[in-house]
C-alpha cells in the first residue's frame, strides 16, 4: 500500500495553467506506473494522462492532448501534471492513481481505472469561462 498526497488543484480562467503534483508517502515512485484521472459531477472517471515505470512512454486522453504534459520528477521524488490552455470542461477532481509494477521491463500505462492499485483523495479543478 502506498499513500499518495496531491497538490496544486484551485480555480482558473479558461486559458489558464495549473500544475498538479502527487507524491508518495514515504514510498519510492520508481517502482510505479503513475496515472491521472478525472471526474465530473455526473460523469464516470476517465483516464487523462499515464506515464510508465520508466518515465520512457506516456499516453494522453484525446481532450487533453498537445495541452497536457505529465512527467516524473526523480529528485522531489514526485509526478506531475502540467496543464495548459486549460477548458471549462476540464473541471472535475482529478485523481492520482498507481500500480506497482515488478518487472523493470514493463512499460505499460495504466489507461483504465480498475488497474490501478491506490488512489489519491483527489484534487479539484475548476475553470471559470
Known amino acids: 500500500q502506498v499513500h499518495l498526497v496531491e497538490s496544486g488543484g484551485g480555480l482558473v480562467q479558461a486559458g489558464g495553467s495549473l500544475r498538479l503534483s502527487c507524491e508518495p508517502f514515504?514510498?519510492?515512485?520508481?517502482?510505479?506506473?503513475v496515472s491521472w484521472f478525472r471526474q465530473a459531477p455526473g460523469k464516470e472517471r476517465e483516464f487523462v494522462a499515464g506515464i510508465s515505470r520508466s518515465g520512457g512512454r506516456t499516453s494522453y486522453a484525446d481532450s487533453v492532448k498537445g495541452r497536457f504534459t505529465i512527467s516524473r520528477n526523480s529528485a522531489i521524488n514526485a509526478v506531475s501534471l502540467q496543464m495548459n490552455s486549460l477548458e471549462p470542461e476540464d473541471t472535475a477532481v482529478y485523481y492520482c492513481?498507481?500500480?506497482?509494477?515488478?518487472?523493470?521491463?514493463?512499460?505499460?500505462?495504466?489507461?483504465?481505472?480498475?488497474?490501478?492499485?491506490?488512489w489519491g483523495q483527489g484534487t479539484q479543478v475548476t475553470v471559470s469561462s
Open positions: 492513481a498507481v500500480r506497482l509494477v515488478v518487472d523493470s521491463s514493463d512499460d505499460s500505462i495504466n489507461t483504465s481505472p480498475s488497474s490501478n492499485t491506490n
Open positions: 514515504g514510498r519510492t515512485f520508481s517502482i510505479y506506473a
